[in-house]
């Protein structure tokens, strides 16, 4: 893939696979384009190349149908409608599959299942939520759409190690229900903790690939992502 920001080229040939139930991470510097290629994936920014999801070329559809298709997108903000209780915020969720009023509440069953703290709080704003219980919400409003491919931007921005683990761990544990995962992460010793295959990007272009377990033994990425030289 190629995504241009006018005459910038900030992502460059760029080839990545994600499997069936599989969590891949993309790690690297800030401005490396690791955002940058997540929204062309989901379709917010025009690109270059082609986009295979379950064996079907999809880089001309729009945002919309790429979501009805099975992608959904966690960003970095997370943009939640904070003036919004947490039980309409996971409804708009299921926006999409509105029609499907009986599987729609059974989808908020197993959100609330997963995410008890929701579940507590579903009658809040979701404005009044802790910086981890957002993180939640967030998560919680992608898999009410049915996702067969989660886009996560960020997970941990802004989260206290402890809660930073609980969501990694929320993450790991949705290969459960089959969810495939693209993560993008600063915390790039959580990420590859977390997955079971690494991507470097770096100036936009992909640097290093492999398992994630020897991505982490890999000297460039221990000297460069997670500090000391061991």
């Known amino acids: 893939m190629h995504v241009s920001y006018g ?5 460059r040939g760029a080839a990545l696979a994600v499997d069936r139930g599989q969590i891949v991470t993309m790690i ?3 401005g490396a384009g690791k955002t940058t290629l997540l929204a062309a994936i989901i379709g917010l920014l025009r690109s270059r190349g082609r986009i295979s999801f379950d064996g079907r070329d999809i880089a001309g559809l729009d945002v919309e149908d790429r979501v009805q298709a099975g992608m959904s997108l966690v960003p970095e903000r997370r943009e ?3 003036d919004m209780s947490v039980a309409d915020n996971l409804e ?3 926006y999409l599959h509105r029609g499907d009023g ?3 509440r059974a989808r908020l069953a197993a959100v609330y299942g997963r995410f008890p703290r929701l579940a507590e709080r579903r009658r809040q704003l979701a404005s009044t939520l802790s910086g981890g219980e957002r993180q ?3 998560l919680g409003r992608a898999l009410m759409g049915r996702p067969r491919l989660l886009l996560l931007d960020e997970p941990s ?3 206290a190690p402890l809660i930073v683990r609980e969501i990694f761990h929320i993450v790991a544990s949705l290969r459960e229900i089959g969810v495939s995962i693209l993560l993008v992460e600063q915390n790039a010793r959580a990420a590859l903790e977390t997955a079971d295959y690494g991507y470097v990007l770096e100036n936009g272009e992909i640097s290093l690939s ?3 377990a020897k991505l982490m033994h890999d000297p460039r990425v221990i000297a460069s992502y997670l500090g000391g030289n061991k």
Do not use: I, R, S, Y
Request: charged residues 10%; aromatic residues 4%.
């Open 157 to 159: 921005l802004g989260l």
């Open 28 to 30: 690297g510097p800030n």
């Open 80 to 82: 939640l409608f904070g």
């Open 136 to 138: 939640m919400l967030a």
């Open 210 to 212: 492999g398992p994630a």
């Open 102 to 104: 009986n599987g729609t």
């Open 92 to 94: 708009l969720g299921a």
């Open 7 to 11: 005459k910038v080229e900030a992502v």
